[in-house]
């Protein structure tokens, strides 16, 4: 009843209902068309987020890549720690940077330099073939990060080499934070060395730090101890960029900005195109943060109008205009059909939904979704089928596409498998195929089917899903190549590979362990292991595995394994957990490191610097020694010097009687011998250094040798009125040696005898035989040597007293010389003193073996204040020609040459010299031999060359100060008949001169 009650009011209005139809069907379009807007918006904005994604994963995944190559690297200097540039070359030429790795700038190594070694280490670095390496900047600091190897080696790289990276804030950071913590460190926004051109990048590197041994320090101070350098790697953030992404399309751009502030001064790269109108407002912004090495990086997004232009918002306006359409067909039907209204619109309404359910399913792209017939021709695929297969909506609408056409062979009894399962029960269950794309890949497919009308139609539709299985595929293979990995690594290493239960127990068969250690698997089972372990190490290795077992921390442990053949050896243990998603421990995976060869080298090492050590010390004390001679000689040359210069001076200045004159005269030759003696002690002992001291080893009587040098210090000894006492046994005949160095012997004992004994002292010599030796005994009741002194009385060098308060003279080598001397002679000297103030005695002894008791006619030696009494020269008559660059030296020979009646030309040069023999024609030549432009040994060549009526056969002597055994003997191979050393006495000198002469004529 109030049915009819309720028709029966809407009867009048019924005229009302086709404007209520518009309205609402005007209200429904515009709904649809908000909805297909907001659908294709929400679809656009997944799009964008997915472009994102893989555009924030690219730069990811390869950095990471990069920073595993650097760790690769970092594995060359950890096999050896001196790597060449050839080698370091070759190593990254095997990478193929450029082909494989575009975007990189070139892979580095600087090297660690205390400032104390930098010379050297540039040297080195030039010797390598680095040619014109220096470090820059170039001023003192404590040390240097200088780029020593950067590949490959094109224009921009090779600027960069030499360049210290420490001296620059942003790169030193991430250096010290790479050292400092041991993992890879990515630098701040950087302008490059390499940037050389006119247009530059923005860049930053990254730093993996490499130390001694390879292993990474365990502390902060070790790592920043064992620092040896840097593995790197230069970007220019634009050349990387596009390195990773190419000419490939995309639908964002991108902005990144180094640090979490996104400001201009922190750009690093945009890839905005310049053409680009920068006033357009992007549909789609986000902003995104990743870490990399250390640094944040923030990435801006935004779209780019190819987003715009590839949407489906076109539809709302058709979809519009197809309601509105609808909606005025619906008036119109409405004026006629009105009793059909209600039923009509709800048909259309459901139409309306199922179609818009379907269609937002199939343009979501979540899966491909393609429609076609059992003939195999394909009529409609949505977008994710197309990009999938690699076609264009073009290729779709000209008919291009077939199932057949995709399918490879292999796959295609799968199809007409599916083809009569569809026939059958109207569905195909889905199954794995390969579809074969536009350009030739294959791509790995999930497909299923199904029916969308009766099998007894004309031509029923066929409607399959897609879903791409690439990444699963990828994923697939990963796993099994990653297992296949470590498969490899575990076969192939020469370490330990282990694993364990969460629990921290052996479940599983190890290799490794039972060849290293001889165990079975029956052994070592569960916590049999440890029975390896060296008794004195398993309570700290259980204790240290418990321990990270607890706290599922990282196990690390050095401790003595026993090998199959019995012996321990050091090993380094190093185990980490494997977490589950969940956080907790799933299994332990570790490995077994031999280091019993460091071990080893560690305790070599600490030998060696305790070598160096005293080695230093022993070179600390040579130094001071070295100090204190030099001030010791200075001070012996110049007290000479000083009386020689003073009396000079005055006997130039002032007349004095004939007394004070011979004085000075006899004070200056005193001194003259002195300066001589001092020389010629420095000269011996230079050649007994050296080993070019010679003996001329001769049938002497010893005591002679020993009563010839008691004469020559008897006059220093009456000064004192010190007497000496000689007891030599004359029985003991003739010896083998050099008479003239055993007399310096002995005089240099007893001289020194004479030096520290007191006035009114007494002094003993003594020859005698003992047992198999002839013994020499000098002993003084003088000043003595002290216990401390005495082991080091024969040091070169060294002096009791060195100090400027001493009292006695002397350069310390008088004793050393004597026992090299004696030495030489194949004896032995020993010093005895009973203390400070209670004489000293020295005993030289000779072995038997230089003893011959038959000896005829045996040498004599002199006192060395003997002079041979013989009758002045004569030189008359005789044209000498004397070359010495000395003004003083030319003016003395001519003075003396011209007193013993020779007639004297003197030049300067070697040059004057060849003209004045020649005009002179004289019948010996006096030359110097250290002179400038050209020395004695030049001059005495030309001369050699020339035809004898020219001077080529002249007589020569070397009157040089160069006084060495091989100085003499270069004179004589030169050329010259005689070497005569300065200074030189003047008779002895004009003996020379006549003998010469004489000879020749």
Do not use: C
Not at 391 to 415: N, V
């Amino acid at each position: 009843m109030k049915a009819n009650l309720f028709g029966r009011y809407l009867q009048p209005r019924r005229s009302w209902i086709p404007y209520f139809v518009l309205t609402i069907s005007l209200l429904f379009t515009t709904a649809a068309t908000y909805y297909v807007s907001s659908t294709v918006q929400n679809k656009e904005r997944l799009r964008f987020e997915n472009d994102v994604q893989t555009t924030q994963a690219k730069i990811q995944d390869r950095i990471e890549a990069y920073i595993t190559l650097l760790r690769a690297g970092s594995g060359l200097f950890a096999a050896s720690e001196t790597v060449t540039s050839q080698e370091f070359r070759a190593f990254v030429n095997r990478m193929k940077l450029r082909g494989s790795y575009p975007g990189i700038q070139g892979i580095g190594y600087s090297a660690r330099v205390p400032a104390a070694a930098k010379d050297a280490f540039v040297t080195q670095m030039r010797q390598q073939g680095i040619a014109n390496f220096n470090i820059r900047p170039n001023y003192p600091r404590l040390e240097y990060h200088a780029i020593i190897y950067l590949e490959p080696q094109d224009r921009r790289n090779r600027v960069a080499v030499g360049y210290d990276m420490f001296s620059e804030p942003v790169r030193r950071a991430a250096m010290e934070r790479a050292r400092d913590t041991g993992i890879p460190a990515a630098s701040g926004k950087v302008t490059l060395v390499q940037e050389i051109d006119k247009h530059k990048q923005a860049g930053f590197l990254i730093y993996v730090p490499v130390y001694r041994g390879g292993n990474i320090p365990a502390t902060k101070r070790q790592r920043q101890t064992e620092l040896m350098g840097f593995i790197y790697s230069p970007f220019r953030a634009d050349d990387l960029m596009n390195g990773i992404f190419g000419d490939e399309d995309r639908l964002v751009n991108f902005e990144i900005y180094d640090s979490h502030n996104v400001s201009s001064a922190n750009l690093l790269h945009s890839s905005r195109s310049h053409t680009l109108n920068n006033r357009d407002r992007p549909q789609f912004q986000t902003n995104k943060k990743i870490d990399l090495g250390g640094r944040t990086w923030s990435l801006v997004f935004t779209s780019r109008p190819e987003l715009e232009l590839a949407s489906d918002i076109d539809l709302a306006p058709f979809v519009a205009f197809i309601g509105v359409a609808m909606s005025m067909i619906l008036f119109a039907m409405t004026h006629s059909l009105s009793s059909s209204r209600k039923a009509a619109e709800r048909s259309a309404a459901a139409l309306t939904e199922s179609e818009k359910r379907f269609r937002r399913l199939v343009e979501s792209n979540i899966f491909g979704v393609a429609f076609g017939n059992f003939q195999g021709k394909i009529h409609y695929a949505n977008d994710y089928f197309l990009q999938l297969i690699g076609y264009e909506r073009e290729d779709l609408l000209a008919g291009r596409l077939h199932w057949d056409s995709l399918t490879p062979a292999e796959f295609l009894p799968l199809d007409l498998q599916a083809a009569e399962e569809l026939k059958k029960r109207g569905i195909a269950a889905p199954f794995e195929k390969q579809y074969i794309r536009k350009d030739g890949t294959r791509v790995p497919i999930l497909i299923g089917a199904a029916l969308l009308a009766d099998t007894n139609t004309p031509q029923p539709e066929i409607i399959g899903f897609i879903l791409d299985l690439s990444d699963r595929k990828a994923a697939q293979e990963a796993l099994r190549w990653s297992e296949e990995r470590y498969r490899s690594l575990v076969e192939a290493t020469t370490n330990i590979i282990w694993d364990t239960k969460a629990e921290g127990e052996v479940v599983t068969e190890l290799p490794g362990w039972s060849a290293f250690t001889g165990q079975k698997f029956e052994e070592y089972q569960r916590w049999g292991w440890i029975a390896a372990i060296h008794p004195e190490d398993r309570d700290r290795t259980a204790q240290a595995w418990l321990k990270a077992l607890a706290h599922r921390s990282v196990y690390e442990m050095e401790h003595r394994v026993r090998r199959y053949d019995g012996e321990y050896r050091y090993m380094n243990a190093r185990g980490v957990p494997v977490l589950e998603t969940d956080g907790s421990v799933r299994e332990w995976i570790g490995v077994h490191t031999d280091i019993t060869e460091r071990k080893q080298a560690e305790v070599e090492r600490e030998r060696l610097l305790q070598r160096e050590k005293v080695a230093r010390e022993e070179a600390e004390t040579a130094n001071r020694i070295k100090d204190e001679f030099l001030a010791t000689l200075s001070h012996e040359l110049r007290t000479p010097l000083n009386a020689m210069l003073g009396w000079t001076q005055l006997l130039r200045n002032r007349k004095f009687n004939e007394e004070t004159t011979a004085r000075a005269l006899e004070t200056i030759d005193r001194n003259t011998k002195s300066l001589a003696q001092l020389i010629e002690d420095i000269l011996d002992m230079s050649r007994i250094v050296t080993g070019k001291l010679h003996l001329e080893i001769r049938k002497i009587d010893i005591v002679p040798v020993i009563v010839a040098a008691i004469e020559t210090v008897l006059p220093a000894a009456t000064a004192k009125n010190i007497q000496i006492e000689s007891k030599l046994d004359s029985s003991i005949g003739s010896v083998m040696g050099d008479a003239n160095r055993l007399q310096q012997v002995f005089w240099n004992l007893l001289a020194n005898a004479v030096k520290f004994t007191p006035r009114d002292g007494r002094i003993e010599v003594r020859l005698f035989q003992f047992d198999s030796q002839v013994q020499v005994r000098v002993a003084d009741n003088g000043q003595g040597i002290s216990p401390e002194f005495l082991p080091h009385v024969f040091d070169r060098f060294l002096q009791a007293d060195s100090t400027t308060t001493r009292e006695y003279g002397g350069l310390g080598l008088g004793l050393s010389i004597v026992r090299q001397l004696v030495e030489l002679h194949g004896g032995t000297v020993g010093a005895e003193s009973a203390g400070l103030g209670k004489g000293a005695t020295f005993t030289v002894a000779l072995p038997i073996r230089a003893v011959d008791y038959n000896l005829n006619e045996p040498e004599q030696p002199h006192s060395q204040k003997e002079e041979t009494a013989i009758a002045p020269p004569s030189l008359d008559g005789l044209r000498i020609v004397v070359v010495d660059d000395e003004a003083d030296a030319r003016d003395l020979l001519n003075t003396v040459l011209t007193q013993y009646g020779a007639k004297v030309v003197t030049r300067e040069t070697a040059r004057e010299t060849i003209e004045a023999i020649a005009q002179f024609q004289p019948h010996v030549l006096v030359s110097d031999i250290g002179m400038p432009e050209e020395d004695g040994y030049a001059l005495i060549h030309r001369l050699r060359q020339l035809p004898p009526e020219q001077g080529g056969q002249i007589p020569a002597i070397a009157l040089t100060a160069y006084a060495r055994t091989e100085d003499r003997d270069r004179a004589l191979a030169a050329g010259f008949q005689q070497h005569i050393a300065k200074p030189v006495n003047p008779d002895k000198l004009a003996a020379v001169v006549s003998e010469l002469a004489r000879k020749v004529s």
